[in-house]
């Protein structure tokens, strides 16, 4: 299936803060879903290191169902295995699961350590740069294709001991932020390498750090002078991605500079509108398991034009894509944002 080149040519323009009369429906995360992977004959656990099957992964919601973007990695850990982290990729599992770090490295922030050299050549990185070179060549004169990484404090989660992470936020905030400097400059990297691979847009999720989980003034005194150095180092457009409701601290997201800020569906989106003005790009909400993966084609339409009319920018779902999500849904969801931008 092939969408107009037009349609690539919008996303790229929103992107860069043109909009137009029509809204996009694409993610700026993993758009991954077992029926796709299946369909090409593709084990979850086996598709983290092997390039080829990472571009058939990202490229079959778009060349299946007519998904408007294509996104690499495929999981959230690449940095936590760059760092040397173990990494339990879910072999054993009867349906797809999501990698996990099978164990901290490090005990507290005071003992994080980034190994010298260039970090993007660590681990699973450049098997990944030449998967974006490959899917860039394969579906990029249509769609958009994307990357992301991990926020700082999200990768601080993965591989600190949570016990003392989040403590040592209020009791140890230097040794926090000396650990997050760290974590940023491996993340610039990355981000920097995806790009140069051939990425249209960086997405950085915070999941764990986002002020709607740490709160707004963690967010504002740790976490945000960090996105906003990525930011800065990273010439194409970045989607600033978050988890929890953000409603409160939606100025604070706003002044990470990234091109667009990406909310979860416990936002209240118009208010979160009404918050920014018309001068930030907002996108999300739909909730990627109850209306998604679980609701029928009625309930994703209304849940669509809901997005809409509060006036969202582009319509995502509020996360990943839920692996589980039924084929069907996701045309509902595809066709739904055709019919909305029909009318």
Same mark, same amino acid.
């Given at each position: 299936?092939?969408?107009?080149?037009?349609?690539?040519? !919008?996303?790229?323009? &929103?992107?860069?803060?043109?909009?137009?009369?029509?809204?996009?429906?694409?993610?700026?995360?993993?758009?991954?879903?077992?029926?796709?992977?299946?369909?090409?004959g593709?084990?979850?656990?086996?598709?983290?290191?092997?390039?080829?099957?990472?571009?058939?992964?990202a490229?079959?919601?778009?060349?299946?169902?007519?998904?408007?973007s294509?996104?690499?990695?495929?999981?959230?850990?690449?940095?936590?295995?760059? &760092?040397?982290?173990?990494?339990?990729?879910?072999?054993?599992?009867?349906?797809?699961?999501?990698?996990?770090?099978?164990?901290?490295?490090?005990?507290?922030?005071?003992?994080?350590?980034?190994?010298?050299?260039?970090?993007?050549?660590?681990?699973?990185?450049?098997?990944?740069?030449?998967?974006? !070179?490959?899917?860039?060549?394969?579906v990029?004169?249509?769609?958009?294709?994307?990357?992301?990484?991990?926020?700082?404090?999200?990768?601080?989660?993965?591989?600190?001991?949570?016990?003392? @992470?989040?403590?040592?936020v209020?009791?140890?905030?230097?040794?926090?932020? !000396?650990?997050?400097?760290?974590?940023?400059?491996?993340l610039?990297?990355?981000?920097?390498?995806?790009?140069?691979?051939?990425?249209?847009?960086?997405?950085?999720?915070?999941?764990?750090?986002?002020?709607?989980?740490?709160?707004?003034?963690?967010?504002?005194?740790?976490?945000?002078?960090?996105?906003?150095?990525?930011?800065r180092a990273?010439?194409?457009?970045?989607?600033?991605?978050?988890?929890?409701?953000?409603?409160?601290?939606?100025?604070l997201?706003?002044?990470?500079?990234?091109?667009?800020?990406?909310?979860?569906?416990?936002?209240?989106?118009?208010?979160?509108?009404?918050?920014?003005?018309?001068?930030? &790009?907002?996108?999300?909400?739909?909730?990627?398991?109850?209306?998604?993966?679980?609701?029928?084609?009625?309930?994703?339409?209304?849940?669509?034009?809901?997005?809409?009319?509060?006036?969202?920018?582009?319509?995502?779902?509020?996360?990943?894509?839920?692996?589980?999500?039924p084929?069907?849904? @996701?045309?509902?969801?595809?066709?739904?944002?055709?019919?909305?931008?029909?009318?």
């Amino acid at each position: 299936m092939n969408l107009p080149n037009s349609s690539r040519a !919008r996303i790229l323009k &929103l992107l860069r803060g043109l909009r137009s009369e029509t809204i996009p429906c694409f993610s700026a995360l993993s758009s991954l879903i077992a029926p796709a992977l299946e369909t090409r004959g593709l084990r979850f656990h086996e598709i983290h290191h092997d390039t080829s099957k990472m571009v058939d992964a990202a490229a079959a919601a778009y060349e299946l169902y007519g998904w408007q973007s294509a996104t690499l990695p495929t999981n959230l850990i690449v940095e936590a295995e760059a &760092l040397g982290a173990v990494i339990d990729f879910r072999a054993d599992m009867p349906e797809a699961m999501w990698p996990l770090v099978a164990e901290p490295l490090f005990a507290s922030p005071s003992d994080v350590l980034v190994p010298r050299g260039d970090f993007a050549r660590r681990g699973s990185i450049p098997l990944i740069c030449d998967a974006l !070179r490959q899917l860039k060549q394969r579906v990029g004169n249509d769609i958009v294709v994307g990357a992301w990484i991990a926020g700082p404090f999200t990768l601080a989660n993965y591989v600190v001991a949570f016990d003392t @992470l989040l403590p040592e936020v209020k009791q140890a905030p230097n040794e926090v932020a !000396r650990a997050l400097d760290l974590f940023t400059e491996a993340l610039i990297s990355v981000a920097n390498a995806y790009q140069d691979a051939g990425a249209d847009f960086i997405t950085i999720h915070e999941m764990g750090g986002s002020p709607g989980v740490v709160g707004p003034r963690a967010f504002g005194e740790l976490i945000l002078p960090r996105i906003q150095r990525i930011v800065r180092a990273v010439s194409a457009p970045t989607i600033l991605s978050v988890c929890g409701n953000t409603n409160q601290a939606m100025e604070l997201l706003a002044q990470a500079g990234a091109n667009a800020l990406h909310v979860e569906h416990t936002n209240d989106l118009a208010r979160s509108r009404e918050i920014l003005g018309r001068d930030v &790009l907002l996108f999300g909400n739909l909730d990627p398991v109850k209306v998604i993966a679980q609701g029928d084609a009625e309930k994703i339409r209304a849940a669509v034009e809901r997005a809409a009319n509060a006036g969202v920018d582009a319509v995502m779902p509020g996360c990943d894509l839920y692996l589980q999500t039924p084929a069907e849904n @996701l045309r509902a969801l595809i066709e739904a944002t055709h019919q909305l931008l029909k009318n």
